[in-house]
C-alpha cells in the first residue's frame, strides 16, 4: 500500500471507494462509514458484499483510493487517478470480463491477456484500420504496436525489436503470429507476395517440429525463436531469418503426465492411413514408447485435428521450397524416431553387464534410415574404448543402452531440426536487395515451474531473467540514468534489479561455471556438483538468490524474479553434455538410400560456430564420444550452457541494438477457460513483470526524446529563425518553440543535449506538424495553382491568338476559294450551257441530216428498185420469152405432130385463143399498174 501525502487526506471521506486486502481476491472494494481525520487512529469501513471489514491502523498505511468511476475500463494505466496494485488490476479485470478486452497500454508496454478463445479482431479490416494510425489515436490492440516500430523504423531509418513475454501458456507464440501476419499486409501489395507468404508459411512448420502440449499449455513453443524480417527501402518486406534457442530435445524421448511429444508426431500417426505414409509402417500414437507416456487424455488435443494440421504443415514446406520427396524423407527420419523408441534392450549376461536388444523395432528404423541393421544393434550395445593407444570395443549394461539409444533419438531429432530451420532461412533469405532495416520478433520461452524442474526449466527461467534485465535496463535504469545525466529534475524510482540473480547463474563460479567445471571431471556427478553449489553459494559466498532445501542434497532452489523454483540436479550434467556415442552416427552418415539422412550427420568442425546469423539452433550437440583424448577441452567448448550463455549474449547485443517494444502476456487462470480471470494468478504475474514500476515511471518519466539536432529538424517548419546554424543557435530556437506548442510546461523538459516529452506529446507535435505542413501545402498549391493558372493564361491567350490568326486567314482562304470556284462555276455553267445547246443544235442538224438522207436513201432506194425491177421484169420477159419460145417450139411441134390431125388441130387451136386470151389479159394489167407506179414516182421526185 503507499503513503498517502497529507493534502490528500480530506479524499478519505465518508462514502469514499478504497481497496482492501482480501485472502482470496487480493483485492476487495471498500467504503469508508466515516470521515478519516490526520491524527485518527483507525479506518472505519464496509467491504462491497456487506462484511464489516476490521479497522486499519494507519501505521500500516492507508487503504489505497479507488479510481472514479469515469476511468474505470481505461485503456491506459497511466491514465488512471490513482496508480496502485489494486487499480491496476481492476482495471484489468473490467476490461477482460465486462468490455472482453483483451489488451491493455500500460505506459510503453502492451499488456495482453490470454483470452482462451478465437475473437474476431485480427482480420484484414482490422489491419487495414491500424494501418498508419497512431497508438494514442487507437484502441489498445497488438496491431498498434507493430504499426508502432513499422513507423518508427521507416520514420527514423532504426532497426526496431518486439519483445513479448510471459509465462508458458500466456499466448507468446499466438501474439508472435499476429505481429508477422501485420508485417506481411502492410508490408507487402495488396495480394501478399511470394516474401509474405513465406515469412507466414514457416510458422505452421516451427509450431508442428517445436511446440508440444504441457499442463499449462496445449501449443507450448519448447524452444526460442528470433525472427528478423527485413524491410527494403520502400517498407517492402524483402526476406527473414530466424534465430533458435534451445530446443527441449529431452521431451523427444521423456515426457510428464498429461503432456505430449512434439505435435509432429502425432500428426504423422493420425496420418498413417494416407498412401504415401504406409511405407512409414506407423501405428497409432499408443503404440509407441516416445508419444504415449503422458497418458491416454493426453493423446488428442480438444479443438485441433492432427490430420488436418499435417496437411497444413506439408502446404507451408511446398511454400517454403522443399519439395514432396524431400519432406517424404523428413518423414521417414520422424517415424525413425518413433521406431528407434520402440526398440526394446534389456539387461543380459552376469550381474547384467550386457545388453539384449529386439531387433523387430530396429529392423523398421533401419530399413527407413537405410542402414545396416547389425551394426546398429551392435553399437546401441557396445562402446568404443581407447586404452593406452588401443581401440577396444566394450559391452555395456541394460540401462547405460537405453541412454544411448535415447541420446541417439534426440540427437537425430536436434539435427533435423537444425537443418529445417537452416532450409527455411534459406527459403526466406533476401534475394533481390539488401535490407535497409528490420524488426525483430521475439517469441521464446516463459517462466516456468513444474512439480520436477531440471536442466530445461533452469535455462529457459535464466533467459527470462536475462530478458527482465534488458527490460529493466531499458525501462527503469537507463531511463533515469539519462535523466540524471540530463540534469532533469527527477525522483529516482526504485525498481528490483535481478542482476544479483544473473550473476548467481552466469558470474564467476557461478552455477553455469561450476556445471561446467564438473562436466570437464572425469567422474564428475550430480551429487558433487550439487555440494559445490552449497559450498560457493551458501557458505562461503551467501546469495540471496541461492538456497539449499531442506529435505534433499541433490536439489537448490532460485529466486527468480518471478517466483522461487526449486530444481533437481539429477540430469544436468548429461544435459549440458549432451553427448553422443560416434559409431551410431558414422552408420547413419554412411546411408545410401537417404540423402537427407547423410547429410544431417555430416561431420561439422571441432569447436562449432556461435554465430547464430545464419538462423541455426544455438544448440547443436557438444560432442561425439569417442576418445579421451581432448574431449575434456572440446566438451567446455561445446556444452549446453555455454552455448545458451553465448548465444543469450548476442541476442541481448541484438536488442540492444534496436528501439524496443515490449508485450506482457499475462495467464489470466491455469484452467485454460475462456474469458476466466484469477486474480491471484493475474497479480503475480504483474508483479513479477514489473508492470506497476513501468506504471510509474511512464507516468511520470518522459518516454520520447529528441536531441535538439534532431528536434530541429524533425520540427523545423514549427520554429522560428531559418538561419540557426550553430547548436547554440538550435538549442536556443527550440527553447524559444516548445512554450508556443505546448503551453503545459509539464509535458515536456529540456535536458542538456536532448529535449524529453512526456507521453502522448509526441503524438501532439506531429498532429502539428502534419497540420503546419497542411497550411503550407496549401500556400503552396495555392501559388503553384496561381502560377500554373497564370501559365496556362499566356498560354491559352497565344494559343487563342494563333488560332484566330490561323481561323481568320483559313476564313479569307476559304472566301478567295469561294470565290474562285464561283467564277470557275458560272464558267463552267456557261460552257455547259453552250455545250448543251451546241449538243442540241447538233442532235437537232443531225436528225435533220438524218432524215435527208432518209429521203434521199428512199429516193435512191425506190429508183434502183424500179431499176432493178425494171431489169428483172426485162429478165423475167426474156426469160418468159425465152420459156414460151421454147414452149411455142415444142408447140409447134406438137402442132407440127397434130396438124397432121384436124380435129387435133381444132381443139387445140380453141385451147390456144384461150390462153392467148389470157395472156393479153395478164399483160394488160400489167402495163396499167407499172404505169401507175411511175406515175407517183414522178411525183414525189417533182
Not at 525489436?161 to 505481429?179: D, L, R
Not at 535455462?459 to 540514468?481: P, T, W
Not at 545458451?644 to 515490449?662: E, G, I, V
Request: aromatic share 10%; charged share 25%.
Amino acid at each position: 500500500m503507499e503513503k498517502i501525502m497529507i493534502g490528500t487526506m480530506e479524499l478519505y471521506a465518508k462514502g469514499a471507494s478504497v481497496w482492501v486486502p482480501d485472502p482470496e481476491a487480493v483485492w476487495v472494494s471498500a467504503k469508508l462509514l466515516k470521515d478519516y481525520n490526520l491524527g485518527d487512529e483507525n479506518v472505519v469501513l464496509q467491504i462491497s458484499d456487506g462484511r464489516v471489514q476490521y479497522p486499519v491502523a494507519p501505521p500500516s498505511g492507508l487503504p489505497p483510493l479507488a479510481n472514479p468511476d469515469i476511468l474505470e475500463g481505461e485503456n491506459d494505466l497511466t491514465a488512471l487517478s490513482f496508480l496502485h496494485e489494486p487499480a491496476v488490476l481492476h482495471n484489468l479485470r473490467v476490461r477482460f470480463l465486462d468490455y472482453s478486452s483483451i489488451y491493455t497500454y500500460c505506459g510503453i508496454v502492451l499488456v495482453a491477456l490470454n483470452p482462451y478463445d478465437q475473437l474476431p479482431i485480427y482480420g484484414e479490416e482490422v489491419i487495414d484500420a491500424y494501418s498508419g494510425q497512431d497508438m494514442a489515436d487507437m484502441e489498445p490492440h497488438i496491431f498498434s504496436v507493430a504499426e508502432e516500430a513499422y513507423r518508427t523504423m521507416t520514420r527514423e531509418e532504426k532497426n526496431q525489436s518486439i519483445i513479448i513475454s510471459g509465462e508458458s501458456g500466456a499466448g507468446k507464440t499466438v501474439s508472435a503470429k499476429f505481429t508477422m501476419r501485420y508485417f506481411a499486409v502492410v508490408g507487402g501489395a495488396a495480394q501478399q507476395t511470394s516474401v509474405e507468404e513465406r515469412v507466414l508459411a514457416s510458422n505452421p512448420i516451427m509450431e508442428s517440429i517445436g511446440n508440444a502440449k504441457t499442463t499449462r499449455n496445449d501449443n507450448s513453443s519448447r524452444f526460442g525463436k528470433y525472427i528478423e524480417i527485413g524491410f527494403g527501402r520502400k517498407g517492402d518486406i524483402i526476406g527473414a531469418n530466424m534465430r533458435t534457442y534451445l530446443l527441449e530435445k529431452s521431451r523427444v524421448v521423456f515426457q510428464a503426465s498429461q503432456e505430449r511429444n512434439y505435435h509432429i508426431f502425432y500428426q504423422l500417426c493420425a496420418s498413417r492411413d494416407l498412401p504415401e505414409m504406409r511405407v512409414l509402417k506407423l501405428g497409432g500414437a499408443e503404440t509407441f514408447r516416445y508419444t504415449n507416456q503422458g497418458g491416454e487424455d493426453s493423446m488428442q488435443i480438444p479443438g485441433t485435428d492432427d490430420v488436418v494440421d499435417l496437411e497444413r504443415t506439408r502446404n507451408a514446406f511446398t511454400i517454403l521450397g522443399v519439395p514432396p520427396d524431400q519432406q517424404m524423407e523428413l518423414f521417414r527420419i520422424l517415424a525413425a524416431v518413433l521406431h528407434l523408441g520402440n526398440v526394446n534392450i534389456q539387461a543380459s549376461g552376469r550381474g547384467g553387464d550386457r545388453s539384449y536388444i529386439d531387433e523387430r523395432s530396429l529392423s523398421v528404423f533401419s530399413k527407413l534410415l537405410g542402414v545396416e541393421r547389425t551394426q546398429m544393434a551392435h553399437w546401441l550395445c557396445h562402446r568404443r574404448l581407447t586404452v593406452g593407444g588401443e581401440m577396444l570395443v566394450k559391452p555395456m549394461p541394460g540401462q547405460q543402452s537405453l541412454e544411448a539409444r535415447d541420446a541417439l533419438a534426440k540427437h537425430v531429432y536436434g539435427q533435423l531440426f537444425t537443418w529445417t530451420v537452416t532450409r527455411l532461412n534459406s527459403a526466406l533469405r533476401a534475394q533481390s536487395e539488401k535490407p535497409k532495416s528490420f524488426i525483430g520478433v521475439l517469441d521464446i520461452y516463459g517462466f516456468e515451474t513444474f512439480e520436477r524442474n531440471s536442466f530445461e526449466q533452469f535455462c529457459i527461467n535464466y533467459a527470462n531473467e536475462k530478458l527482465q534485465q534488458q527490460f529493466n535496463r531499458h525501462v527503469f535504469q537507463l531511463e533515469q540514468e539519462e535523466y540524471v545525466r540530463e540534469e532533469l529534475p527527477w525522483s529516482r524510482i526504485e525498481f528490483s534489479d535481478n542482476q544479483p540473480c544473473i550473476a548467481l547463474i552466469e558470474g564467476q563460479l557461478g552455477l553455469l561455471d561450476l556445471l561446467d567445471e564438473e562436466c570437464r571431471m572425469p567422474k564428475g556427478s550430480e551429487e558433487s556438483w550439487a555440494r559445490k553449489l552449497y559450498d560457493q553459494h551458501q557458505s562461503n559466498n551467501p546469495s540471496p538468490h541461492f538456497r539449499k532445501p531442506r529435505m534433499s542434497n541433490t536439489a537448490f532452489i532460485i529466486l527468480h524474479f518471478a517466483d522461487m523454483v526449486q530444481y533437481e540436479c539429477d540430469g544436468f550434467l548429461d544435459k549440458n553434455r549432451d553427448t553422443v556415442f560416434e559409431e551410431p552416427i558414422n552408420i547413419l552418415r554412411a546411408s545410401q538410400v537417404s540423402p537427407l539422412v547423410s547429410e544431417l550427420f555430416q561431420q561439422k568442425p571441432v569447436g562449432g560456430s556461435l554465430s547464430l546469423s545464419e538462423g541455426k539452433s544455438s544448440l547443436p550437440n557438444g560432442s561425439l564420444r569417442s576418445g579421451p583424448g581432448m574431449r575434456a577441452q572440446r566438451e567446455h567448448k561445446l556444452t549446453v550452457g555455454f552455448q545458451f550463455r553465448q548465444s543469450l549474449q548476442l541476442l541481448m547485443d541484438t536488442l540492444n541494438s534496436t528501439t524496443p517494444h515490449y508485450i506482457r502476456c499475462i495467464k489470466p487462470n491455469d484452467l485454460k477457460e475462456p474469458f476466466m480471470f484469477d486474480p491471484k494468478r493475474a497479480v503475480q504475474q504483474l508483479r513479477a513483470c514489473g508492470v506497476l514500476e513501468t506504471i510509474r515511471i511512464s507516468a511520470a518519466g518522459y518516454p520520447s526524446r529528441w536531441t535538439y539536432a534532431e528536434f530541429f529538424s524533425r520540427y523545423r517548419v514549427l520554429l522560428r529563425g531559418g538561419g540557426v546554424q550553430t547548436q547554440e543557435q538550435i538549442q536556443a530556437s527550440c527553447q524559444r518553440a516548445l512554450p508556443e506548442l505546448i503551453p503545459d510546461p509539464e509535458q515536456y523538459c529540456f535536458g542538456k543535449t536532448k529535449v524529453f516529452f512526456r507521453a502522448g506529446q509526441v503524438a501532439l507535435l506531429e498532429r502539428l506538424r502534419a497540420e503546419r505542413l497542411r497550411a503550407a501545402g496549401v500556400i503552396i498549391q495555392s501559388w503553384v495553382r496561381g502560377w500554373l493558372g497564370r501559365r496556362r493564361y499566356i498560354k491559352t491567350r497565344w494559343a487563342t491568338l494563333t488560332i484566330q490568326r490561323y481561323t481568320r486567314g483559313a476564313l479569307a482562304r476559304r472566301l478567295a476559294d469561294l470565290l474562285r470556284y464561283t467564277k470557275a462555276a458560272l464558267i463552267i455553267q456557261k460552257t455547259y450551257r453552250m455545250v448543251a445547246i451546241r449538243q442540241m443544235f447538233l442532235m437537232i442538224r443531225e436528225v435533220v441530216a438524218e432524215r435527208a438522207a432518209v429521203l434521199l436513201q428512199s429516193a435512191v432506194r425506190g429508183w434502183l428498185a424500179r431499176l432493178a425491177y425494171r431489169r428483172v421484169r426485162a429478165a423475167i420477159v426474156l426469160m418468159q420469152c425465152c420459156v414460151r419460145r421454147r414452149a411455142a417450139r415444142r408447140e409447134l411441134l406438137k402442132l407440127k405432130a397434130e396438124a397432121r390431125s384436124v380435129e387435133k388441130f381444132r381443139e387445140l387451136n380453141k385451147g390456144m385463143e384461150v390462153k392467148l386470151m389470157q395472156l393479153q389479159l395478164r399483160a394488160d394489167q400489167k402495163v396499167r399498174c407499172w404505169c401507175h407506179g411511175r406515175g407517183d414516182q414522178v411525183f414525189l421526185g417533182g
